[in-house]
């Protein structure tokens, strides 16, 4: 052959393979699915996706990870570790693809979706496959009547009072009920010298403001905003509820820009001086003493309607953890998810993270250690957690529906009671 | 008249047999289609696919997140264009965009002409060239978050005009301000484009213009515009497609709220996927968003081979 045919040849070989190899690329990249698997000596991989890591204090929770795998020769546990928004679009996105993690952090606003999606396994079975003992389980996420979720640990959201700001106000103590507060909340604004009584973060990016902030005090005072499921947001507790915000609104002692304020710049906000009380959680004690090692504040149990005297709910955002339905090798994940629910390794994972332990046998060190912690873990145990989004369909959309409902309100728009009507309905759709 | 010399083919020379002119034709196209391969397989699998399945979806109800779809018809398309929330979206995009797209125009000419001027010096003009395209440098995401710190009710510019405005959280300002943003950050692209433009036109139409009498303001309209019109043309297409297809910015300022005030089409389609889970209905209003962006391809596409 001459060298020209070579050459031609060549190159059509040439285009040939690189076609072959982008083709088989782009087939793979559409099919990769996870790492889990069985190697030559029959250890087996599992894959657990979630936004924890990335959370904690470097290496802890691949600590606690290792010492999983040394109690369970054979089992070899991978961590995918990312942020809350990109864990989230993971798992959807594993969700529609079938190549979920076997193992999967999970957000009581998702569950319901994956449980009716059938991408996350039934619990209840697995549990009494395993005979698993849940009765030291705080709480159990369920849909129809079976577990998808347990809340390995929870992140209570108390007030935040600034000390300083209250006392140069004339408010001796923090505020216990809904007039107290309203009181507090307008003589700190009244000092004139920059700062709000409260803030209310409602940006409909992230709208958890609804949950944390306003639901709260529905919550506190023993409301819901349910009545056997199904939405209930017109009657007189959350009416009450939204009324009383309503006023806060118009009396000025809310912290300006709330209706693109996220929870981030809301603590911000208090950790600068700028506001006197917030609804937040305790994850955030640490950030506030590092950014602000001068604020004094203190930690109280959210008011309450004047003359209430019931348990108050008080929310919490968890840490939940499922099982893939897809998962090949449930029986290793399951035992992961009771070795993290286990005494020991949850008090443990509870100190890391500054949250309130999943199992109700185990204590986290803090509260003998921090008086702050010891105060909130008082409020936590004097009330019931409260979060009535866990579990709910498109649990986010909810609260964005009612957030524009609730912006367009204290906008002056409309009325509460049509806010809470239109929202009702909107929500109603959404069943 | 110079005689024609045939072409050697590789099979001639090694053979000594001449192939068939058909054979001769169908190597040539196997050949031609083999060098073209890797691009169309990438085409294939990263462009028509994805935009066939997409189409496909908006046809069909409970995609992606359910065992299997079923075919709707129009259903979706009738549910999307009666919905109130997407006109709001398209009217607010159109808002947006036109006077976003007219305000980098009018800014990027000025600064462009600006920098051309032969009033001022080399060295302040590498200056002002150097300030003026800052604003391209940074990441959207960059910009939100400091305009979202200098916008804020607290922020820098409240304490320089002494006010306490929102300007972002007010239902009466946020689209204004989310809109000025845009401005702000995309003006460069003009600039630096019109900037070249500029300097590509022949120093003797302005002398020629001027021996003729033309005012300065006469010599703008008569030899300026007319010699960047071809580039003004495809800057004004182009931006109009970029900017009626903003996500990031408006996500990441104000969420398409307060209220929807600032809701456009992409965070309209956002919402429907990743809020509501609802792919039938995002795969619809994506089609509808990707049927508006085609009739100002088609535009671009004709300007483009009318140039040429």
Known sequence: MTSTGQGHSKALKMVGAATAVVSL?????????????????????????????????????????????????????????????????????????????????????????????????NLTE??????YDESELASQIQVDGATYMIPVVNFVYPMFTNDALLAEAGVMSPPSTRTEFADAASKITALDNGASGWVLPLSLESPNGVQNDVMSWVWASGGSMLDAGQPDLTNAEVTSAVDYISELWDAGVIAPGSFTMKEQDKVEEFTNGRVGM???SLAHINLIRETNPDLEFSISAIPAEDGYDGERGIPYASWGIGVAENSEHKDAAFKLVSYLMSEDVNSDLSTMANAFPGNTESVPAFVTDDELFAKAFEIYQAGYPANEFTGLPVAEELMRLLGEQLQSELDGQQSVDEALKNAQTAWKSEF | MASRIPSLDTEVIVTGVSPSRRRRQLRKTTESYSFLAPTLALLLVLMIVPIVMVVGYSFQDNVILGKSGEFVGIANYVAILTDAGFWRATSNTVIFTVTSVAAHLVLGLGFAMMLNSKL?????????????????????????????????????????????????????????TVTFINIWAGYPFFMVSLLAGLQ?????????????????????WNVTIPQLRPIIVSLLLLDMIWTSQQFALIWMTTGGGPIDVTEVLSTFTYKLAFAKYDFSSAATSAVLVLLMSMVLAIFYVRHQKARD
């Open chain 1, 25 to 121: 690329l782009t087939a793979t990249g559409c099919s990769a699915g996870g790492a889990s698997g069985t190697d030559a000596d029959g250890d087996v991989t599992i894959e657990f996706a979630q936004w924890w890591e990335p959370e904690l204090p470097d290496g802890e929770f691949r600590a606690l990870i290792d010492q999983f795998e040394e109690e369970n020769p054979g089992i070899k546990v991978d961590l995918v570790s990312g942020p809350y928004a990109s864990t989230k679009e993971q798992l959807f996105a594993g969700a529609a693809s079938g190549t979920m993690p076997d193992v999967v952090g999970l957000d009581g606003a998702w569950v319901n979706d994956f449980a009716a999606q059938g991408v996350i396994a």
């Open chain 1, 126 to 131: 697995l549990m009494t496959d395993s005979g």
């Open chain 1, 278 to 280: 917030m609804i937040d």
């Open chain 2, 120 to 176: 001022i010096g080399a060295f302040p003009r590498a200056i002002f060239r150097g300030l003026y395209v800052l604003p391209w440098l940074f990441t959207v995401a960059v910009i939100a978050v400091l305009w979202r710190m200098l916008l804020a009710p607290n922020g820098v510019i409240n304490f320089l005009l002494n006010s306490d405005i929102e300007w972002l959280a007010s239902p009466q300002l946020a689209l204004g």
């Open chain 2, 200 to 220: 590509g036109i022949p120093g003797d139409l302005y002398e020629a213009a001027t021996v003729d009498g033309a005012s300065p303001t006469q010599r703008f």
